[in-house]
């Protein structure tokens, strides 16, 4: 008997598809079983298709690959439809597959399934509808899921957890490669720790991982039996666990094998085409989450690597001083920025405090930022002044942006800086500005206040550029807090808004809770901005990140008050100071600020608007008669509720005020009349060197207005 006489009485037929020519050649008995004329025909791949079942045809290009890269068999089961559409009959093809240049070729046969009978416990075959939905509903979610994991620990947690569809393994784990030996990355089964494969395996063992990672192939174990027989030294080990059948696939990314992934079965398992389909599925999705995971953990260790090396730890022993500092980078993915603090000792013996900001939030800002650091602190170690050490900073970083690559145009990088020369025995801060943020006081009664300092212009743009000096003092029992724009900003704030949230922050710590813990504050400022931290590295990191933060706060140590009648402590006075120079007469405004800052708790809102517009009218005084600077002082003592505000304006002049009489008309001369007017007392007292205005404001306003000095007689109004 002929060999297709033989295949055609048991319902064969045979079939060649060439997927690279489109041709797809058959027998006479598989012309039948496709519903055409039993004679032997070549149809056109179109031709072919409209006969299979469009579902089950779309699925046979996974199939077939599957089959190429484990070098087996082919098998599916496909409906054949008529015309319309209706399923006439089901299929079974085996058939071996091979590579051709530009696409595939298929050689193999087609068996009619004979549909089973009522009653009967015929298999469910897993072509059905419901068994296609739901093992692409668990594809999707899988995905989803793997997709989604942070970290290697996080995807193991979704392999273990992952249910499929008809078959559960109860068995996981997955192996990588170290070097010429096996590592076990993480497993699961009922047992925990007991269950752990062994770990240490050769490359070359007899080991069914091992062969899988030479060859990348996937090896599928049905039975005891069969794992026994193939892998007779690896057996004892998996022995005791009484499984039944075991999947070992490789885990393949970008055309590398990286490892591999065993799923272990207490219920035996036959691993059809469609098993064996979902589970290489799910070791290619497999493959790739753990690569990511691996490349981002690689990205934080190097970032925390960059933070260490960047971010000094603060000098906790200054004499008389207490220092915190913290350093949050920004959400993306190489978790460094610009943004950086620095504390240098100098030659004179102070301390200088560095806090700046490099523009952008990649990996070139990190590198301009060390570079800017250490160039820093280069300068700074030659005891150079603030101003100086800032000019020369702009130029370094203007010439940097000069000749790297890209450094022109768009690209071209700025960097606003804080540097403050601290001296810790008396408190004296010179402070020079490069569009920086001001620094803020904390009062030694709790009240913080923002201190204009002069500034210029972000370093790199003009590499000529000046920084003029403030100096401030630190008053015993003060903290000064410093920090980059991403505190005060992030959250969708702007510079007053952020500095109304900061200020609630800190004004909400009791002065005694700041003495005892400046990094509890430190923590209270971050966590404000970011919410409750969730690990540690130079200060707390979070995970809702908008921007860079740097943040430094320094204390001068010591009471904050004085002793009061009946030897009890008195409230501190608190007290703020503003030049105001004849080049910059928009600091008068600044001026006024900061009397309503420090009145920011005054019971009588009606007084603190009188405070501003006399500070107004006094200072403009000055600049408009003097050819001299305006110094301001503002001081609040007493307790809550019987306070008393002084603001004292100095200038460099000796002549006195005398007393004008403006018209109705007038534009200017009543200055004088809105102090008399508002003024609890007032009077102008000469000095050496020139002569103070002052005005004084009583929160009980039952307070009796106090005599007037001889000279306030012959005073003038102080300013239109």
């Not at 690689?298 to 000098?315: D, K």
């Not at 910059?584 to 900061?594: M, S, V």
């Amino acid at each position: 008997m002929r060999t297709e006489d033989l295949l055609a009485a048991i319902a064969t037929g045979l079939w060649r598809w060439d997927n690279a020519s489109g041709r797809v050649t058959l027998d006479a008995e598989a012309a039948r079983l496709l519903g055409l004329p039993p004679t032997p025909v070549e149809l056109t791949e179109a031709a072919a298709r409209s006969r299979f079942h469009p579902v089950d045809f779309a699925e046979i290009n996974g199939i077939v690959q599957l089959a190429l890269a484990e070098e087996t068999l082919a098998e599916a089961r496909l409906r054949i439809v008529d015309e319309r559409g209706r399923v006439q009959r089901i299929v079974r093809s085996r058939s071996r597959p091979r590579v051709v240049d530009g696409g595939f070729e298929l050689v193999g046969t087609l068996q009619e399934v004979p549909e089973p009978q009522p009653g009967t416990s015929a298999a469910h075959t897993p072509i059905t509808g419901d068994w296609r939905r739901s093992r692409e509903a668990f594809l999707l979610d899988a995905g989803r899921a793997l997709a989604e994991a942070r970290s290697t620990a996080e995807v193991l947690r979704v392999a273990a957890g992952l249910s499929m569809p008809g078959f559960m393994p109860d068995g996981l784990a997955v192996f990588g490669i170290e070097g010429d030996r096996l590592s076990v990355i993480g497993h699961h089964g009922p047992h925990g720790d007991e269950e752990r494969p062994s770990a240490g395996t050769a490359l070359a063992d007899d080991h069914p991982a091992a062969e899988v990672v030479r060859t990348g192939r996937a090896l599928y174990l049905p039975t005891p039996e069969e794992y026994s027989r193939r892998y007779p030294t690896a057996w004892p080990v998996a022995a005791p666990f009484r499984r039944t059948s075991w999947a070992f696939v490789p885990l393949v990314n970008a055309g590398r094998t990286i490892g591999a992934w065993m799923a272990a079965f207490t219920q035996p398992v036959a691993f059809t085409p469609d098993e064996r389909s979902v589970l290489t599925t799910v070791a290619r999705m497999l493959a790739q989450a753990l690569a990511r995971a691996g490349m981002q953990e690689e990205q934080q260790e190097l970032a925390l690597g960059l933070q260490r090396s960047m971010m000094p730890t603060v000098q906790p022993d200054i004499p008389g001083m207490t220092v915190a500092a913290r350093y949050v980078p920004t959400g993306g993915g190489l978790e460094v920025g610009g943004d950086w603090y620095d504390m240098i000792p100098l030659p004179s013996g102070r301390l200088a405090l560095v806090i700046g900001d490099v523009q952008g939030h990649d990996v070139r800002a990190a590198g301009l930022m060390g570079q800017l650091r250490i160039a820093l602190r280069a300068y700074a170690s030659e005891g150079h002044h603030p101003d100086a050490v800032l000019s020369r900073a702009s130029r370094f970083l203007a010439g940097i942006n000069a000749t790297e690559p890209g450094g022109h145009g768009e690209d071209q990088r700025f960097a606003t800086c804080l540097y403050i020369e601290v001296d810790p025995a008396t408190g004296l801060l010179d402070i020079a500005r490069a569009g920086h943020p001001d620094p803020a006081i904390l009062l030694a009664d709790g009240t913080v206040l923002i201190r204009p300092t002069a500034g210029g212009l972000p370093l790199g743009i003009v590499p000529d550029a000046d920084y003029p000096t403030t100096r401030l003092v630190l008053e015993p029992g003060e903290t000064m807090m410093v920090c980059t724009d991403g505190l005060i900003e992030t959250g969708g704030h702007d510079l007053d808004t952020g500095w109304a949230r900061l200020r609630d922050t800190i004004e909400a710590h009791e002065p005694g809770e700041i003495d005892e813990s400046l990094e509890r504050l430190a923590d209270a400022l971050v966590q404000a901005v970011h919410g409750p931290p969730s690990h540690h590295t130079t200060g707390p990191l979070v995970d809702r990140r908008e921007d860079d933060i740097a943040v430094l706060l320094l204390r001068r140590d010591g009471a904050g008050c004085s002793i009061g009648p009946g030897g009890l402590p008195a409230r501190p006075v608190r007290r703020t100071v503003l030049t105001v120079a004849q080049a910059e007469p928009e600091r008068i405004a600044e001026a006024r600020r900061q009397v309503r800052e420090v009145l920011h708790d005054w019971a009588d809102p009606d007084q603190v608007d009188s405070a501003v517009l006399m500070v107004s009218e006094v200072v403009t005084n000055v600049l408009l008669h003097t050819d001299g600077d305006a110094l301001l002082v503002a001081e609040i003592s007493g307790e809550r509720g019987a306070r008393r505000v002084r603001v004292d304006v100095a200038d460099s002049s000796d002549e006195l005020p005398h007393r004008r009489c403006p018209g109705e008309l007038a534009s200017s001369g009543r200055g004088l009349v809105l102090l008399e007017l508002l003024a609890g007392a007032w009077g102008v007292d000469p000095r050496g060197d020139g002569k103070s205005t002052w005005f004084e404001l009583y929160e009980d306003a039952g307070e009796a207005v106090g005599p007037l000095s001889p000279e306030s007689e012959s005073e003038s109004e102080p300013a239109a």
